[in-house]
């Protein structure tokens, strides 16, 4: 692990240890219950979080669903809904879409659907919370559901996408991986990796209907791999997977159309590992905007112009571990914590909230391949 020796990780995964038998229910005090979504057969696992201190204690498995690679609450944080990227489900070649009351600290199941396809790798749930979107990596493709109490009907729209790309090894066919919805949710976005597109979608969310409106296309070979919009609600930024790069694209509230604007290269053009672009978090105030990327695995901060969503770089800071999947910033924006696939570990890193700066020295806490944080 970076920054630390192997004396303080022992210390680190004994405190772990003993936080799993001590720490069930509710979190007490000024600590909170944060849920992980795990690539394991596990699937969710709880963890509670002390923001003064920055540490982490274990809370136990929350739900057995396996493979998650995503977890998203309800606005009023009364439901969970998980993204299962398996190849199956009920009998069907499609991944898991599942939903959960959540009840002291805990999670109770209510529903599980078939997506559209196998691997469903991220879900996303529109401003009104009716609709929820599924998108599966490895079908390439997309379908939505309605929500109601929490529980999730059977999908009721799908599309099967048939681009793919130049890059012969990953955009052999289409690859569905994110879904996202205007400020004003009045259109749905899906980024297929494969075919370098985000589909653009007008939505009816009391219906989980969507019609086709439009496309942006990326750079051939760029990989678009998820899709965030600054609060100015009218700049969105594209991570391109393949070519590690960020599209700054201008929403028009019209017809939900991007627009490009500039492209943000994370990497020197001589980069010397394979490199993925990954995810990317904006602060609450919009002021900073952070990047994650795969292979030499770093978290690149930026300042962002209030206005144009322009970008500024801060730096870049080592992730902490191996394979930055998911970062998020903690609700108090002290902290950033990094889920570190490949390295089994969540590092978290001290943030400077007047210049974006993230430290270089971070506290890790040992968790089997972390996909997506969730703080409650």
Not at 67 to 75: G, R, T
Not at 103 to 113: M, T, V, W
Not at 139 to 165: D, M, N, P, Q, R
Not at 238 to 265: I, P, Q
């Amino acid at each position: 692990m970076a920054n630390h020796s192997r004396r303080s990780f022992l210390r680190t995964a004994a405190a772990v240890s003993v936080g799993a038998a001590t720490s069930r229910g509710l979190p007490q005090g000024n600590r909170r219950r944060v849920f992980i979504g795990s690539n394991k057969p596990d699937g969710i696992l709880a963890f509670d979080w002390n923001p003064d201190t920055a540490e982490f204690t274990t809370a136990g498995v929350a739900a057995k669903i396996a493979n998650v690679d995503w977890i998203i609450y309800s606005a009023d944080r009364k439901y969970l809904f998980a993204a299962s990227e398996v190849d199956s489900f009920n009998g069907k070649p499609t991944g898991e879409v599942a939903s959960y009351m959540v009840e002291n600290g805990a999670l109770k199941p209510l529903s599980a659907q078939s997506s559209a396809a196998k691997g469903t790798c991220h879900i996303a749930l529109d401003h009104t919370g009716q609709t929820l979107i599924s998108a599966d990596y490895g079908g390439g493709s997309a379908a939505s559901f309605l929500v109601k109490e929490g529980k999730l009907s059977s999908a009721l729209w799908t599309e099967h996408y048939t681009e793919h790309g130049p890059n012969a090894e990953r955009q052999e066919a289409a690859h569905a991986h994110f879904a996202s919805y205007s400020p004003d949710n009045r259109f749905a976005y899906i980024n297929d990796l494969g075919g370098d597109y985000i589909h653009i979608y007008s939505l009816e969310a009391a219906t989980a209907q969507l019609k086709p409106v439009g496309k942006y296309t990326a750079q051939p070979g760029a990989g678009p791999r998820t899709l965030h919009f600054h609060p100015n609600g009218t700049t969105a930024y594209s991570m391109n997977e393949l070519n590690s790069t960020v599209d700054v694209l201008k929403w028009n509230k019209s017809d939900g159309s991007l627009a490009f604007v500039s492209r943000t290269m994370l990497q020197p053009r001589i980069a010397y590992a394979p490199n993925t672009g990954c995810d990317t978090v904006i602060s609450k105030d919009g002021r900073n905007v952070y990047f994650a990327n795969r292979g030499d695995d770093f978290i690149f901060a930026f300042t962002a112009n209030p206005e144009t969503g322009e970008l500024t770089p801060i730096g870049r800071t080592p992730s902490g571990g191996k394979t930055p999947r998911n970062f998020v910033l903690d609700p108090t924006e002290k902290w950033m914590v990094v889920a570190n696939q490949d390295s089994n570990q969540l590092s978290v890193f001290p943030r400077n909230s007047q210049t974006g700066e993230l430290g270089n020295e971070p506290k890790s806490y040992p968790c089997p391949a972390p996909m997506c944080i969730l703080f409650q």
